[in-house]
């Protein structure tokens, strides 16, 4: 499992900024990956995964955008019932508390994938541990 950078931008809960966001985004050839948005303190919260990390940091200091950057762990998991419970569980035998996640798609294969966001000092042991448990669900 590879980890991924993230962006978390803090945007005013109003109608139309999302899509402001996103437009600038795609002007710019970027690439959303993953989305999670949700309110939180009269704002909107918005976790993003760009394919292009260099061209998202540019347009969100364009828009002048708060935003912080972090790694999270991208999981690509089977499509069968028990696969997400499996990951989350193994995470969780190793105390690594899953703060928050969503999903996205591979732009390649459309393939689904899941965003867990964990602590930064755990990152990687959960790629390692999600990693495991892949190649355990292939044999």
């Known amino acids: 499992m590879p980890t991924t950078k993230e962006f978390t931008v803090q945007l005013e809960d109003r109608p139309g900024t999302i ?40 347009v969100l200091e364009s828009q ?12 690509k998991l089977p499509n069968r019932p028990g696969e997400l419970g499996r ?7 190793a105390s690594i508390n899953i703060n928050y996640a969503y999903s996205g798609a591979d732009p390649g294969t ?13 990152v990687a042991r959960a790629v390692a541990i999600l ?6 669900a292939r044999t």
């Open 19 to 58: 899509g402001k966001l996103c437009r600038a985004l795609a002007d710019r050839g970027a690439n959303i990956l993953a989305f999670q948005a949700f309110p939180a303190q009269g704002k909107s919260e918005v976790r993003l995964v760009i394919d292009n990390p260099a061209i998202a940091k540019s």
């Open 64 to 75: 002048g955008l708060g935003f912080t950057e972090s790694d999270a762990v991208q999981a």
């Open 87 to 93: 990951a989350a569980s193994r995470l969780g035998e």
């Open 110 to 122: 459309n393939l689904a994938f899941v965003i867990f966001g964990v602590g930064v000092a755990d």
């Open 131 to 136: 990693d495991q448990a892949a190649a355990a």
